[in-house]
Structure formats: structure tokens, C-alpha cells
């Protein structure tokens, strides 16, 4: 079977990133209002900043001129992972163990959506959250539909 786009994108982009001094923090494919997106997000120690981003797209695009392995039309867009970056791969979760995130279900639990903690745990997909209750509370993996850092003021 062929790869995804964004595993071949991947590929072709993170060698390019850390040419840059960043890394490839994720790539999404996606079609929003009836156009296509193929997003680049980095990462890097002390942030990313505008000129990360143009070496980094003007580089990618063209090699991906060169194999042109997508046939639709898209809009090619290179940005900041961010400072509230959604956490997807067991690493992100190692990586920013501890740190405060909002975790996002897609049916309520205790009759919200959305909740506010430290990331205390992850195992296999099972994200547990330190909320300043005794226990850390669990959701498994099926009942998460998004976790991202939280930025605290």
C-alpha cells in the first residue's frame, strides 16, 4: 500500500527542519471549506520564528514540486507548533509530562467536555489528569478527542 500523504510529507520535511535547527512537530492534510491544506508545524528550542518557517516552506515546497505526490490542489502552510500544541504521539505525552493541558472528550463525562489539569499519566492511548483531587482522573483513549498544553498566566 502506498503511504499517507503525511507520512511521505514527513519524510521529505523533517530532514529540512532540522537542516533548520528545528524539528518537525506534526503534519496535517486536510480539507477545510472545501480547499486542501497541507500544514507543516515546528518546533524549536526558544521558538519558532517567521524566518524558520519561509526556509523551511520555500525548501519543502520545492522538493515537493520535484515529486509532486499529491494530485488535488492545496495550499501549502508552515507554521509554529505553539504554545498550546495538541499532544499525540506517547513522546509529546513523556515529553510534557507534568506540564498543565486542557483534555477535550467527545461526550460528556460528569456533564462536561473540557478539563483542566496537569498530565499526570499516559499509558497506551489512557491519558490521566492531576486536577488537585486526590485521585488523577483517567479517560481512555476511545473518550479523548483532543489534549493540548495550556498555557498558565
Known amino acids: ?40 508545524y515546528l518546533d524549536k528550542e526558544g521558538g519558532v520564528d517567521i524566518l524558520d518557517c519561509e526556509a523551511v516552506s520555500r525548501k519543502v515546497s520545492d522538493l515537493l514540486d520535484e515529486l509532486d505526490p499529491i494530485e488535488a ?14 499532544l499525540k504521539r506517547p513522546s509529546d505525552f513523556q515529553q510534557f509530562m507534568g506540564s498543565p493541558v486542557l483534555l477535550k472528550t467527545y461526550k460528556p463525562v460528569n456533564g462536561r467536555k473540557e478539563f483542566a489539569g496537569r498530565l499526570a499519566g499516559y499509558d497506551n492511548g489512557a491519558v490521566e489528569l492531576d486536577m488537585g483531587t486526590a485521585q488523577p482522573l483517567r479517560f481512555e483513549k476511545q473518550d479523548i478527542a483532543l489534549v493540548r498544553l495550556r498555557v498558565e498566566f
Open 1 to 40: 500500500m502506498a503511504k499517507k500523504i503525511t507520512e511521505l510529507v514527513a519524510e521529505v520535511a523533517a530532514p529540512v527542519a532540522q537542516e533548520q535547527g528545528c524539528t518537525l512537530w506534526d503534519v496535517e492534510y486536510v480539507r477545510e471549506a472545501g480547499q486542501w491544506y497541507l500544514r507543516l
Open 73 to 86: 490542489s492545496y495550499i501549502f502552510e508552515v507554521s509554529s507548533a505553539g504554545a498550546e500544541r495538541p
